[in-house]
């Protein structure tokens, strides 16, 4: 029985934001001296020459990252590089800080593995963010930094809010994500409709004197020919990649009756479809366009599923929150011996294997 399986039980009886804030108040604690990152690190770091992926200029010691929303304020990098994770994304960073939707607004649907959030962009705005990076310096494994707009935002605001956070973060991020997918902002325009896309992105091209790879993180919820008119986008702005996906408005495959809750489901029950979405992306996209799959990822079989649907990184939240700090250990040792067993040298080997 691990420590995680003792403590779950008491963490699952609190509020879930209660639990989450808890939860990283332990990891700011154990990410505070050289000497507990170091016995974290020897009890749940995992390597493997097999995981290791170069991509976007940088080096991944292994394909499984921790996704936007955990870590928004960039408060425990240092702890989740060692707790194994292969990267970490932090965000979603607003330009100012914000509060956020009225609590409760994070629910756990425990028998469906899930949970729902309606969280709505709080943060602590970019300039915390960026003296935390200044001070503590970045960990050792690639950062992404996911970049947002303000709730009240109009859409001529919305892209001067993207170019000021990317200004402040890209120096320190080994890549950039664009969230115009969160299921959970104010609905006043629409935010992935292709001309707001492409001012984004020109904008964005114009301030990014030292080319940091930009990607963009879109919803599970777009039908096919909207998937297919994105890529047209990232391509026309030569984009470095697609996070897919976000949380959904969906509600398939929930039982609980926390279901009913306003936001985006994410866990378990978005598996299925996130895959589908990478599959649709990587078999319509240039050869070589980066896909990040994210969305019910808690196991090595998982995990592999959506990299031989084409991911070459995967991400995870709520399999994290259920599985605990083992989680990132337990799937990279997984995802070598699933490797070993398909005759792959490396993850790389296996991106896209099912779609020939
Ligand atoms: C509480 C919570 C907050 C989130 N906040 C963000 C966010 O700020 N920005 C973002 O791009 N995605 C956010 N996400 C979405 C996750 O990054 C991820 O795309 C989604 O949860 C699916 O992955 P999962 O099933 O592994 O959780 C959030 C998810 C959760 C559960």
Same mark, same amino acid.
């Given at each position: 029985?691990?420590?995680?399986?003792?403590?779950?039980?008491?963490?699952?009886?609190?509020?879930?934001?209660?639990?989450?804030?808890?939860?990283?108040?332990?990891?700011? =604690?154990?990410?505070?001296?050289?000497?507990?990152?170091?016995?974290?690190?020897?009890?749940?770091?995992?390597?493997?020459?097999?995981? @290791?992926?170069?991509?976007?200029?940088?080096?991944?010691? %292994?394909?499984?990252?921790?996704?936007?929303?955990? #870590?928004? %304020?960039?408060?425990?990098?240092?702890?989740?590089? =060692?707790?194994?994770?292969?990267?970490? @994304?932090?965000?979603?960073?607003?330009?100012?800080?914000?509060?956020?939707?009225?609590?409760?607004?994070?629910?756990?649907?425990?028998?469906? &593995?899930?949970?729902?959030?309606?969280?709505?962009?709080?943060?602590?705005?970019?300039?915390?963010?960026?003296?935390?990076?200044?001070?503590?310096?970045?960990?050792?494994?690639?950062?992404?930094?996911?970049? /947002?707009?303000?709730?009240?935002?109009?859409?001529?605001?919305? !892209?001067? #809010?993207?170019?000021?956070?990317?200004?402040?973060?890209?120096?320190?991020?080994?890549?950039?994500?664009?969230?115009?997918?969160? $299921?959970?902002?104010?609905?006043?325009?629409? @935010?992935?409709?292709?001309?707001?896309?492409?001012?984004?992105?020109?904008?964005?091209?114009?301030? %990014?004197?030292?080319?940091?790879? !930009?990607?963009?993180?879109?919803? $599970?919820?777009?039908? @096919?020919?909207?998937?297919?008119?994105?890529? /047209?986008?990232? &391509?026309?702005?030569?984009?470095?990649?697609?996070?897919?996906?976000?949380?959904?408005?969906?509600?398939?495959?929930? %039982?609980?009756?926390?279901?009913? &809750?306003?936001?985006?489901?994410?866990? =378990?029950?978005?598996?299925?479809?996130?895959?589908?979405?990478?599959?649709?992306?990587?078999?319509?996209?240039?050869?070589?366009? $980066?896909?990040?799959?994210?969305?019910?990822?808690?196991?090595? &079989?998982?995990?592999?599923?959506?990299?031989?649907? /084409?991911?070459?990184?995967?991400?995870?939240?709520?399999?994290?929150?259920?599985?605990?700090?083992?989680?990132?250990?337990? !799937?990279?040792?997984?995802?070598?011996?699933?490797?070993?067993?398909?005759?792959?040298?490396?993850?790389?080997?296996?991106?896209? =294997?099912?779609?020939?």
């Amino acid at each position: 029985m691990t420590l995680y399986s003792r403590v779950r039980p008491l963490a699952f009886k609190l509020p879930a934001e209660t639990a989450h804030t808890l939860g990283k108040r332990a990891l700011r =604690a154990a990410q505070s001296t050289w000497l507990t990152r170091a016995a974290l690190a020897s009890n749940y770091r995992y390597a493997h020459p097999a995981l @290791e992926t170069e991509l976007f200029g940088s080096r991944f010691p %292994n394909p499984v990252g921790v996704a936007a929303g955990f #870590d928004k %304020n960039a408060e425990v990098t240092h702890a989740l590089e =060692a707790l194994g994770f292969g990267f970490v @994304e932090v965000g979603t960073v607003t330009p100012y800080p914000q509060a956020g939707n009225d609590r409760p607004r994070l629910f756990r649907l425990r028998t469906d &593995e899930a949970m729902i959030n309606r969280m709505g962009f709080n943060g602590q705005g970019m300039e915390r963010v960026r003296a935390r990076l200044e001070r503590r310096g970045p960990p050792q494994v690639p950062l992404g930094v996911n970049i /947002g707009k303000m709730n009240s935002s109009d859409e001529d605001e919305a !892209i001067e #809010d993207y170019r000021r956070v990317f200004d402040r973060l890209a120096p320190f991020a080994d890549y950039v994500v664009v969230n115009v997918s969160c $299921p959970n902002t104010p609905d006043e325009f629409d @935010e992935a409709s292709p001309d707001h896309l492409h001012s984004i992105f020109e904008t964005l091209a114009a301030e %990014n004197d030292d080319d940091v790879p !930009i990607l963009v993180k879109i919803g $599970p919820d777009s039908p @096919e020919d909207s998937m297919l008119e994105l890529l /047209g986008i990232v &391509e026309d702005h030569d984009l470095d990649g697609i996070v897919a996906t976000n949380t959904t408005t969906g509600r398939e495959g929930v %039982n609980s009756p926390k279901a009913a &809750e306003r936001g985006g489901l994410s866990g =378990a029950p978005l598996a299925e479809r996130s895959t589908e979405v990478i599959r649709t992306l990587a078999r319509n996209a240039d050869d070589d366009l $980066p896909i990040v799959g994210v969305g019910g990822v808690d196991s090595a &079989e998982g995990a592999y599923e959506k990299i031989r649907a /084409g991911a070459s990184l995967v991400q995870l939240y709520t399999g994290f929150v259920y599985g605990g700090p083992g989680t990132a250990r337990r !799937i990279n040792q997984g995802l070598v011996d699933l490797l070993e067993q398909d005759g792959f040298s490396s993850v790389e080997d296996a991106v896209g =294997a099912d779609l020939e």
